[in-house]
């Protein structure tokens, strides 16, 4: 199995992604400092600022075995980044 892994994050209360990005800070801000909203597959969403050496670690941090329990062992992953 591949997991297939969007560098966007669906906004979604009850989605605990998402309300871990909210309270850590994490997301591209828009001209107002608020989290930036945008359209993509699942609906509205935003995306984590790589800019941000804790945004890249808070990311990095969602591949820990602890948290991202696909499968034992070998866990494959595609990331998909859209350019255009």
């Given at each position: 199995?591949?997991?297939?892994?969007?560098?966007?994050?669906?906004?979604?209360?009850?989605?605990?992604?998402?309300?871990?990005?909210?309270?850590?800070?994490?997301?591209v801000?828009?001209?107002?400092?608020k989290?930036?909203?945008?359209?993509?597959?699942p609906?509205?969403?935003?995306?984590?600022?790589?800019?941000?050496?804790?945004?890249?670690?808070?990311?990095?941090?969602?591949?820990?075995?602890?948290?991202?329990?696909?499968?034992?062992?070998?866990?494959?992953?595609?990331?998909?980044?859209?350019?255009?």
């Open positions: 199995m591949v997991t297939i892994v969007d560098p966007h994050i669906k906004h979604d209360s009850g989605y605990q992604v998402h309300q871990d990005a909210l309270a850590r800070e994490v997301y801000k828009d001209d107002n400092g989290p930036f909203e945008g359209w993509c597959w609906g509205t969403s935003s995306w984590v600022d790589f800019t941000c050496p804790e945004a890249r670690q808070w990311w990095a941090d969602r591949f820990a075995l602890d948290k991202y329990k696909v499968c034992r062992g070998f866990s494959p992953v595609a990331v998909l980044l859209r350019r255009g």
